[in-house]
């Protein structure tokens, strides 16, 4: 379930600008959502295979070259899927837990 | 002292020591065994080993330019057990929600369109009544098919049935107990969705795109097939224009003995002047090219899709001789026009006769030729025949009107029209309508002619003949007037109207 949920923060987090693996385990770090950074990079290449990211290569001075991801038209349109099913999903738990 | 090892790491050269390097490399062949059924697992590798650069690359200094074993373990404890990230499921997460807290929910009708095909009403309807989603489409066709409300009630249902949104509404749509182990299963359905849905998603997408350059291919074919129909239309066109315009055909059917007339011949006849004639050829030249071009350009726009300026300009160019064509034309038109303006009549007191019996005998001389035969062929209305400066026009009406007194009174009247009275009358006067009168007999022509250069003013030649009570009229020998009983219903009229054609027949009405 929780695999479900990365993967939309990571589409969402693209969904902002491009960036390298790095600076999305950064943010998914600052948010808690992420113990091992192992778990992003399957995540990743299964994104890319499903062609809602594409990526290019950019040379880096502090270090090997850095993979920069960016969203697709196919991932953009996923996302805003995705948006409403959480927000449907947020409601329906809400509407449980309330009570 | 230790043994160092030189690696590279996509690209990226270490040093690093025996031990930290066993340790690193068993960490990457766990990881790759744990993948090998992962589709891109090398590509997850590479980026692993990119990371593993960076974090060794931000812990080297200056001073430390040997990777050590603690600083593998550290990256390796940041990048995690393979045994977690590489598999799917996190076992560990799962917690027991086995407390059922069950609220038994009513059922209720939604329209559910995550399996709608149009608006989810049917599959709505099989949730709803717990039966297969297919045989309620079905009888819904069935419906559509024998019944006719099927299509209108499927709309209303449409409109009146309200949509699954939540996962709340979801459970209550198929009937499920809205609990926290129900609700759950829902959720993970939805996040199972999510993660399973990218694939379905990206296909999907295709499939669209596959719809859509379909859809394109089909707007292509009839693209070129209406750009090669435009060529065509233009081509046709333009070889007419240019055998009407250079080889001035005789294509007109207006002469008597089945000969025809130019365009430019029939434009002298009616146009005023030769000016005219000027500007109707060169309005008709502009109009004629502007529309080809047009139709050429259509056509090359449709096929080849292609943007130029040249094109546009010329676009411009030939809407713009189009309008100057269509000016031109519309000069002549209005001019000649009024020269239509006015009607000039004349008539004549031609024969006053006593007698019961009036003989009309019509003979058309131009269509006897030499060897003698008549044309047995109508002369039609409007025929013009052109011969020595004068033009030959066919066709004689006759009005019958009571005399007044006992006399037969014959009078020839004429009509033309003028652009004022006076030009109007002139043409009239033009005339020329041979009458001859032997005994009790008027013998007189089917044609009548005036000059060319009065032009084509709609010059009428009108017999009008006044009967005295049981007078008679015999046209070629037969008696026309008064109408028999039994040929006229209704009573014989105050003035009756005739008409002799070009070949001698009569019509009256």
Redesign the interface.
């Known amino acids: 379930m929780r695999k479900g949920i990365l993967e939309y923060c990571i589409l969402s987090i693209l969904a902002r600008g491009e960036a390298y693996p790095s600076e999305i385990l950064e943010a998914l770090k600052n948010a808690k959502l992420l113990v091992v950074e192992g778990t992003l990079y399957p995540l990743l290449t299964r994104l890319k295979n499903d062609e809602l990211l594409s990526y290019r290569w950019e040379e880096s001075n502090s270090g090997p070259p850095r993979k920069y991801y960016r969203i697709t038209k196919i991932g953009s349109s996923f996302l805003s899927e995705l948006d409403i099913t959480w927000t449907e999903l947020k409601q329906a738990v809400e509407s449980l837990t309330k009570k | 002292m230790n043994k160092t090892i030189s690696i590279h790491?996509?690209?990226?050269p270490f040093q690093i020591e025996e031990r930290a390097y066993q340790l690193l490399s068993n960490y990457l062949d766990k990881?790759k065994r744990i993948?090998q059924n992962?589709?891109?697992a090398e590509?997850?590798i590479q980026?692993?080993e990119?990371?593993m650069?960076?974090l060794f690359?931000?812990q080297l200094q200056p001073s430390k330019k040997v990777i050590e074993q603690t600083m593998v373990e550290e990256v390796l404890a940041?990048?995690?057990?393979?045994e977690?990230?590489?598999e799917?499921n996190?076992n560990s997460?799962q917690e027991s929600f086995n407390k059922q807290t069950e609220l038994i929910v009513e059922k209720r009708l939604f329209r559910d369109e995550e399996n709608a095909i149009i608006g989810g009403v049917c599959a709505g309807f099989a949730n709803y009544m717990n039966w297969d989603v297919t045989f309620i489409r079905a009888i819904y066709i069935c419906l559509i098919i024998f019944g006719g409300f099927g299509l209108p009630l499927y709309f209303v249902l449409w409109i009146i049935t309200p949509k699954a949104?939540?996962?709340?509404e979801k459970l209550q749509m198929k009937g499920k107990p809205?609990n926290?182990e129900s609700?759950k299963s829902?959720?993970?359905d939805?996040?199972?969705?999510?993660?399973k849905?990218?694939?379905v998603?990206?296909n999907k997408?295709k499939e669209e795109n596959g719809i859509q350059s379909g859809i394109k291919k089909l707007v292509r074919v009839f693209s070129v097939l209406f750009g090669l129909f435009t060529l065509l239309l233009g081509t046709v066109l333009f070889i007419t224009a240019i055998v009407f315009l250079f080889g001035d055909p005789d294509f007109i059917p207006a002469q008597v003995n089945g000969e025809f007339m130019s365009l430019g011949d029939f434009g002298t006849l009616i146009l005023e002047s030769a000016v005219d004639s000027d500007y109707m050829i060169w309005g008709i030249i502009f109009t004629a090219i502007s529309v080809i071009g047009l139709l050429w350009m259509t056509g090359i726009r449709a096929i080849f899709t292609f943007k130029s300026s040249i094109i546009r300009y010329s676009f411009f160019g030939l809407v713009f001789m189009m309008v100057v064509g269509v000016v031109l034309l519309s000069l002549t038109g209005a001019k000649t026009g009024r020269a239509f303006a006015v009607n000039g009549e004349i008539e004549k007191e031609l024969f006053s006769l006593d007698t019961t019996i009036l003989n009309l005998n019509f003979e058309n001389s131009s269509s006897m030729d030499k060897q003698g035969f008549k044309t047995v062929s109508k002369g039609e209305m409007g025929l013009i025949k052109v011969s020595n400066n004068r033009i030959f026009l066919h066709g004689i009406e006759i009005e019958y009107k009571k005399s007044e007194d006992s006399l037969f009174h014959v009078k020839h009247y004429f009509t033309a029209n003028g652009r004022d009275h006076q030009k109007a009358l002139l043409k009239a006067k033009h005339i020329d309508f041979k009458t001859t009168l032997n005994g009790n007999t008027i013998q007189a022509n089917t044609f009548y002619t005036f000059p060319v250069s009065d032009k084509l003013r709609d010059q009428k030649v009108k017999l009008i003949i006044k009967v005295p009570a049981n007078g008679q009229v015999k046209v070629n020998g037969k008696i026309v007037y008064p109408f028999l009983e039994d040929e006229l219903e209704t009573k014989i009229e105050e003035n009756s109207h005739a008409f002799i054609h070009g070949d001698g027949e009569y019509d009256s009405w």
């Open positions: 790491l996509q690209g990226t990881l993948l992962e589709k891109g590509e997850i980026d692993v990119l990371r650069a960076e690359t931000k940041i990048l995690g057990n393979p977690v990230f590489g799917e996190l997460e949104k939540t996962s709340f809205v926290l609700m829902e959720i993970e939805a996040a199972e969705r999510i993660q849905k990218s694939k998603w990206t997408m």
